[in-house]
Each structure stands twice: as C-alpha cells, then as structure tokens.
C-alpha cells in the first residue's frame, strides 16, 4: 500500500493516518481507493474491532485535492472514487473514531457525520467551502447536517462556507469531544481500547441499529449529491474558483 494512507494495527485497533501533509493530507483519487479498500479489509479482518482515521502533519484533511479534481475533469469515473469511499465509510459495520489534529475541510468534514466518535483537538478547525467554490455540498451533508443542526445553521455552514473552530463543531454535534492538542492521540487511543474491549457483536449490531432509519435514503442521498457536485465542477462558476485557487488569488464571481 502507498504511504500516502497509512495503516497500523495494534492489537484489535486499526490505526488509519492520512499521509500527505505537505499538501495538508488532500485526498487524491488514489488516496480514496486506498481508503475504501483498508476500510473494506478491517471490516471483514477478525482481528479488527476499532477502526481509527486521523491525518499526519497536525492536519486532518483539507478535502477533495483540487488539482486532481481539475486534471480529471473531463475523466467520467472522477467522481467514482470518492463516492466509492462514501459508500464504503457509511457501511462499514465497525465503529470508526476520527481524530481530528487539524484542519478538516470540504469531504474533511463531511465524512466526520458518518464516523461514531469524533475527537479533535482544541485547535482543529473546520469548514464546508463547497459554494465558495461554486460546487454544491457532498458526503451526505445536504441530508444530515440540516437534521443535525437545522436549516439555518445548516445554510450559514454549508453556503457561506466559513471556517468553525472546535468548540462550535462540538456545540453543533458535529465533533464528540474537544481535547488539548497535545494529548489528543493518548486520549483517542485510550478511547479505542474501552471501544474494543465492548462485546464486538453487541457493538456492531447497536451501530447498525441507530444507522438503519435512514440508511436507504442516505444511500440515495450520496449518488444524488455527487451527479449534481460533478456537474457543477464543469460550471463556469467553479472553473473561476478552481483556477483562482491553483493562482492563490480570491475568486471573483462578479460576471455571472
Ligand atoms: N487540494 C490541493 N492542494 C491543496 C488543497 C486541496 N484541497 N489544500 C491545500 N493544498 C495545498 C496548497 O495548495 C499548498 O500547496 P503548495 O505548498 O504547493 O502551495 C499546500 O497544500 C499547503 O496549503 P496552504 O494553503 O499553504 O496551507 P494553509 O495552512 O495556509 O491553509 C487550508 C490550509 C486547508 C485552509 C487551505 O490550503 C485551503 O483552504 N485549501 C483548500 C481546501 C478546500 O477548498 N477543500 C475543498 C475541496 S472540494
């Protein structure tokens, strides 16, 4: 497997750790497959009762990478890798802890609402910058969030798009628990092991009970969102803030 996911396992947890910090862990479409395939594998490994997924480099992830969004534009399976992930990430039958070090944007947070405990540290930070970037949300985040926070919130998070630190993401639900950020893989791992050491069957069977309400819609709700978020990458609107973005400058959607 490529170093850029690493995965580790000690005793029954299997340890997850996005590894491209120097492009703050950005998820390629390479780096996805490698995903939902350890994700499928710790899934059906008995050895495998906790799945944790964090990001080196004091970062969690800063979303889809956009060059590579950019370079498989025209590419009809760009979009197929990432929704693979989804589908992966929401069926998958064993309890996931994510450990948020850092910033965790775009698909970096929305993949936070389909993982059982959240825990970040105090200076993680978070942000849903789809309509900034003349995309509409992906992950789920149409569906859930609103429940989870109501549509107000909802709206300021995902179309005004501005970045939330810690605390609030833990007021919204969105993260479980808020942790100094020196102690935060001591305090997920301590976390990991009281998970793993729960009866397995009783585990996985309650998760899939409080999933199942709505995982059909869910399911649905995933493929829709991401037919609608690949044609709005060959919009007008997000080929100005994908080309802004690769020239470090604001985009400017004065023209349309
Ligand atoms: N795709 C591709 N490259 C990315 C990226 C992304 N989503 N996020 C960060 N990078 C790259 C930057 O271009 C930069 O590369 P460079 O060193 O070659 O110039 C490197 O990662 C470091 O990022 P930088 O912006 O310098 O770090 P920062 O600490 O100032 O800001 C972020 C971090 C995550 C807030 C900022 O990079 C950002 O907003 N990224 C875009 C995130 C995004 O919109 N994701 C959703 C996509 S749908």
Known sequence: MNDQLLVQRTGSILELTLNRPDKKNALTLAMYQQLSEALLEADSDPQVRVIMLTGAGDCFSAGNDILDFIAALDRPDAVQAPLKFL????????????????????????????????????????QLPFVR??????????????????HRKAFELVVMGEAFNASLAADLGVVNRVVEHGKLMDVARAQAEKLAALAPDAVRQSKAMLRRGQQEQLQQVLVAEIEQFAARLKSPEAMEALQAFTEKRAADFSRF
Not at 107 to 120: S, W
Not at 133 to 150: K, N, R, Y
């Open 87 to 126: 589908q992966t990430i929401t069926t998958v039958s064993k309890p996931v802890i994510a450990v948020v070090p850092g910033v965790a944007v775009g698909i970096g947070t929305t993949m936070l609402l389909h993982c059982d405990l959240v825990i970040a540290s105090d200076q993680a930070h978070f």
């Open 133 to 150: 970037l003349g995309l509409v949300p992906e992950g789920g985040a149409s569906l859930l969030l609103p429940q989870l926070v109501g």
